[in-house]
């Protein structure tokens, strides 16, 4: 009987699968041992040596110069023991694009990354210390210093914002300039780690950001205190909460941006308007609740007495950037904007005829529209109804629009080209902007008291609406200094593809989407397909 089971064990299916796995792996081990062997097909087997010879199987211990095959700025040397094939010498090695970072110069991920030299001065034993095998040779190892955490009192340290050496060497600061940026010095630079807050915490994830953060994250009191019966902020035990509002919108960001759309049904948020910018944000109000309609916002506040309102926009997960109205252009380029909005940002617009309006001119796409929330709209006192007339007599002046007024809110339009500026009466300022003047041209620019020059091509304009304008190339594209002219189309449409590929490997492979990013900083935008796709064509 025992013997009877162990042949009806043989005869089950799970063991004639595995026999016949078997057989069938050993018939291609020998047809692959067999194919290898035939002089015409040889199978290469690359060493990591840094010379250029490789090891040809099955011909083992001959070794052949593939510096034709392989471009390497080395000088050949063939083994003294086996055979060489002479090759022609390779032509001169183009200098290869050397990348500082783990993004090589196509913008792909690369472990072949330049670290830098070492510094001799700095590889001393400080105590805090990490070794680095060199790979050079047995015992090659570098001791290299870590960066040492930055004093608690810097843990919201900006080096070019609080370079307070820099800020006491200004002549005036009666127009903002302190808020402006002043980096240090080359040999000042910041060379200590600036640490989180105590007790940080990881972010709560989108959408719930938008309502609640983390207190130990922002440990910021001052805006509770102030603005806190305007329904801006409240603290709950260990989180910020934040209702909504602001001090022009008590009843919350939705019904505001609901009177908006009906006073200006043009404006048509997530369809004509998509990317706005918040002047003034304070915690951000604004900027969150559009997202939900579809729109881009950037949300901007200068470091001032409120602390940083940035840390909120970013801590809920709304774009936001520290920026400032004072006497330079902001780092944004002409027409980048379809609505710029000001509640009670408490900017003085009409000061120096107007200057710092002539700089939301310029960020205004022609056609768009400023909108603005303050007291002189509303109240009629005797010194608010001035400062109303002037900004009536300077927007005039400027050919806006005063499309509609209601409530809180005034809202005027950009002309769509230069008819109204030409028509003006001689000597009417501010004057138009010189032919020559490069509107895009922001770095460290001082603000310019005239008329950005709309294109007459219609350039800036005329856009598709949302969401076709994500995969169709502006007009605006063929004014944009780069190499290519005719062929500027195709690459916008090319690199969308390229970084949709990319970041859908990046979704698959490192699980992107358990990780719930919010804030990304994109450090070389290009066309912008990366953010595009991150952040909409690729999310599903």
Do not use: M
């Given at each position: 009987m025992k013997a009877s089971a162990g042949l009806d064990l043989f005869k089950t299916p799970l063991v004639l699968k595995i026999a016949g796995f078997t057989l069938i792996t050993l018939t291609f081990f020998y047809l692959g041992k067999h194919w290898s062997s035939n002089g015409d097909q040889q199978v290469l087997f690359f060493s990591s040596s840094p010379g250029t010879s490789v090891g040809v199987s099955p011909n083992y211990g001959k070794?052949?110069?593939?510096?034709?095959l392989i471009a390497q700025n080395q000088t050949d040397t063939p083994s003294s023991d086996s055979a060489a094939v002479e090759q022609p010498p390779p032509p001169p090695a183009k200098e290869l694009d050397r990348t500082f970072g783990i993004i090589d110069g196509d913008g792909k991920m690369s472990d072949d990354f330049e670290v830098g030299e070492v510094d001799p001065e700095v590889v001393e034993n400080w105590g805090n210390e990490t070794e680095i095998d060199s790979g050079a040779g047995e015992g090659s190892r570098a001791k290299i210093k870590r960066f040492e955490l930055c004093p608690e009192s810097m843990r919201e340290y900006i080096p070019c914002l609080d370079n307070v050496e820099a800020i006491k060497k200004l002549k005036s600061t009666e127009k903002g300039e302190r808020f402006e940026r002043h980096c240090p010095e080359k040999?000042?630079?910041?060379?200590?780690?600036?640490?989180?807050?105590?007790?940080?915490?990881?972010?709560?994830?989108?959408?719930?950001?938008?309502?609640?953060?983390w207190f130990s994250n922002v440990p910021h009191t001052r805006l509770v205190d102030d603005k806190g019966g305007q329904n801006w902020i409240t603290k709950a035990k260990d989180?910020?909460?934040?209702?909504?509002?602001?001090?022009q919108f008590i009843h919350g960001a939705d019904q505001y941006l609901d009177q908006i759309s009906k006073m200006v049904p043009d404006i048509?948020?997530?369809?004509?308007?998509?990317?706005?910018?918040?002047?003034?944000?304070?915690?951000a109000s604004f900027g969150a609740y559009l997202l939900s309609r579809d729109v881009v916002p950037l949300s901007i506040a200068p470091k001032d007495v409120h602390e940083n309102q940035i840390q909120f926009a970013l801590e809920r997960g709304v774009p936001a950037m520290v920026a400032a109205?004072?006497?330079?252009?902001?780092?944004?380029?002409?027409?980048?904007f379809e609505i710029i909005h000001?509640?009670?940002?408490?900017?003085?617009?009409?000061?120096?005829?107007?200057?710092?309006?002539l700089e939301v001119n310029r960020m205004m796409r022609a056609g768009g529209y400023f909108a603005w929330a303050a007291q002189p709209v509303y109240k009629h006192e005797q010194a608010l109804e001035e400062q109303w007339e002037e900004m009536l007599n300077l927007t005039t002046r400027l050919c806006w629009e005063l499309v509609k007024k209601e409530g809180y809110i005034a809202i005027w339009q950009k002309p769509k080209n230069n008819s109204c500026y030409l028509s003006r009466d001689e000597g009417v300022s501010p004057p138009l902007c010189d032919q020559d003047d490069d509107p895009d041209k922001v770095w460290y620019v001082d603000l310019k008291p005239c008329i950005t020059r709309i294109p007459e091509n219609g350039y800036g304009a005329n856009v598709t609406a949302w969401p076709a304008r994500l995969h169709t190339p502006p007009d605006r594209l063929q004014s944009i200094q780069m190499d290519a002219y005719i062929s500027r189309k195709e690459l916008f449409k090319a690199e969308s593809k390229y970084w949709s590929e990319?970041?859908?490997?990046?979704?698959?492979?490192?699980?992107?989407?358990?990780?719930?990013?919010?804030?990304?900083l994109d450090m070389k935008a290009g066309f912008g397909g990366y953010p595009s796709c991150l952040s909409y064509a690729c999310s599903n």
């Open positions: 070794s052949f110069n593939v510096t034709a040999e000042k630079e910041l060379n200590c780690l600036v640490p989180p807050p105590k007790g940080y915490r990881q972010p709560l994830p989108w959408p719930r950001s938008r309502d609640e953060v989180k910020f909460r934040f209702p909504g509002g602001g001090t048509a948020f997530g369809n004509h308007t998509r990317v706005v910018l918040d002047v003034g944000c304070g915690v109205f004072a006497t330079h252009r902001l780092l944004y380029p002409s027409q980048a000001c509640s009670r940002c408490r900017i003085n617009w009409t000061r120096d005829d107007g200057i710092l309006l990319i970041i859908s490997g990046y979704v698959r492979a490192w699980h992107w989407k358990q990780l719930k990013l919010r804030n990304v």
